[in-house]
């Protein structure tokens, strides 16, 4: 199981890489296309779409790696027993949040599929589309979340960026 949610983890990270690619791309075909007295319909609108698909993906990988900002001023001042109570209390509770935050993501994808919802800009995409990734990434993030939480309970180590990169 570890294998698997690492591995969960580690594709939607480069997803998340490659939107950043397609944002990329997304902008030089808009700055190519101007020089160029050329219109691309809704290149400023995928560079969005690839923007927010590739913050989203990454929650999850940025999180196991110990890479997402922590305030551990509060953990180091308390003793290890008491440091690891309120580690497991925020994870709880960021558990919670992002329950949330998944299931409304979730069903702002669904509303747009449902609805024929689409994008007012020029390229008329579909906004279901984009929703999806926003879902997909709140959601594995909720399960990253859980996994820490499961593995604090059992006694392991917050991971840490100095961890994760040695």
């Known amino acids: 199981m570890r294998r698997f949610l690492d591995g969960l983890y580690g594709a939607a990270g480069l997803l998340a890489a490659l939107c950043t690619v397609g944002v990329l791309v ?7 296309a101007r020089q160029l007295s050329l219109n691309i319909p809704g290149t400023d609108a ?20 110990g890479e997402h900002i922590r305030v551990t001023l509060v953990l180091n001042a308390l003793a290890p027993a008491n440091s690891r109570r309120l580690d497991i209390f925020a994870l709880a509770v960021g558990c919670v949040l992002a329950a949330a935050f998944a299931y409304f993501s979730a069903k702002l994808a669904y509303d747009s599929w449902q609805f024929n919802d689409i994008s007012t800009s020029n390229d008329a995409t579909p906004l279901w589309i984009p929703h999806v990734s926003m879902a997909a990434g709140t959601a594995l993030f909720l399960v990253a979340l859980v996994d820490e939480l499961v593995r604090r309970l059992r006694g392991f180590a917050a991971a840490t960026s100095q961890q994760t990169h040695e």
């Open 26 to 32: 997304s902008v030089l075909a808009a700055i190519i």
């Open 46 to 65: 995928y560079a969005g779409y690839f923007m927010a698909a590739a913050g989203f993906l990454a929650l999850a990988s940025t999180f196991k790696h």
